[in-house]
């Protein structure tokens, strides 16, 4: 007897202890004696055509593709602020740095087809969900454990260094990269920013450096956030470590997998998931 999708749903919660199901996850197309999964990252119409052509009983994808997922995708972004505050970042600062990302989602999602990839899946009848937070925040405990075992005397490239160390990092196509920073700066007081949605940008960065934090992780950043923070902290020994996003992803999937498959569902991978899987 296999798994409905609401079992899979909460193995996913059940790796961080969770009990209800982020804003960000949820299940599109629901479905019973699931034994076999296709799983990626990213999972949308082609690919749910995929695992319905391939007789999959369950498409799994990471990344939310509409529905709720979608549309109430900011809650999860309050995660952004509970992190800022448990480094000291004062309330009404966290909030304002999370604010135009929170709108920018806000709007995005209104404006967005959140109907089309589950309704493809409910054309084909093939069953199909996502799950984001929590996952992520697997990896994201994985990353706080690589800081939290380092010397209090370690730099920004001995913590670089060590998250390279991580399998799926390490047989990833992407680097962990300093985007900020030098490799000699101390590392000091690190915020592992993943599992809040999102990156948070230059605005949420900036409110960590300014309130003590000297070292930042991000699994993935735009240029132009990078950019505003090298013009503004050049010379702080500030540093900003990007971990790269499909490889930090792939963290928190590979133990989904591995959870699956303990139950006795046969996954199998595409789309980033399996990046350094069993090594």
Not at 230 to 247: D, M, Q, S, Y
Request: charged letters at 25%; glycine letters at 10%.
């Amino acid at each position: 007897m296999g798994l409905s999708t609401d079992e899979i749903m909460q193995i996913s919660l059940d790796l961080v202890d969770w009990d209800d199901t982020p804003a960000d996850s949820t299940v599109y197309v629901p479905g019973e004696d699931i034994e076999t999964a296709l799983v990626g990252i990213d999972l949308e119409s082609p690919e749910i055509q995929l695992a319905h052509d391939q007789d999959y009983d369950l498409a799994l994808a990471h990344h939310p593709t509409g529905m709720s997922a979608r549309l109430d995708f900011p809650q999860v972004l309050d995660t952004q602020v509970e992190f800022m505050t448990d480094h000291g970042v004062p309330e009404e600062v966290a909030e304002e740095a999370v604010a135009d990302l929170r709108s920018r989602m806000d709007h995005g999602g209104h404006s967005s087809n959140y109907r089309h990839d589950p309704s493809v899946a409910e054309l084909l009848d093939q069953p199909y969900l996502n799950t984001h937070l929590a996952p992520d925040e697997y990896g994201r405990r994985v990353f706080r454990e690589v800081a939290d075992g380092l010397a209090d005397d370690a730099t920004a490239g001995d913590f670089v260094d060590a998250l390279g160390e991580i399998p799926e990092l390490d047989a990833a196509e992407t680097d962990v990269l300093l985007r900020l920073g030098d490799r000699e700066n101390d590392l000091g007081e690190v915020a592992v920013h993943h599992a809040a949605g999102t990156n948070g940008g230059a605005s949420v960065a900036r409110a960590y450096f300014e309130h003590g934090v000297d070292t930042v992780l991000y699994i993935h950043v735009g240029a132009g956030d990078t950019d505003e923070l090298r013009e503004e902290f050049a010379g702080e020994a500030k540093n900003l470590v990007v971990t790269g996003h499909i490889a930090s992803d792939a963290i928190g999937m590979n133990a989904v997998i591995d959870a699956l498959e303990e139950r006795g569902v046969e996954c199998d991978t595409i789309s980033g998931c399996g990046i350094g899987h069993g090594e």
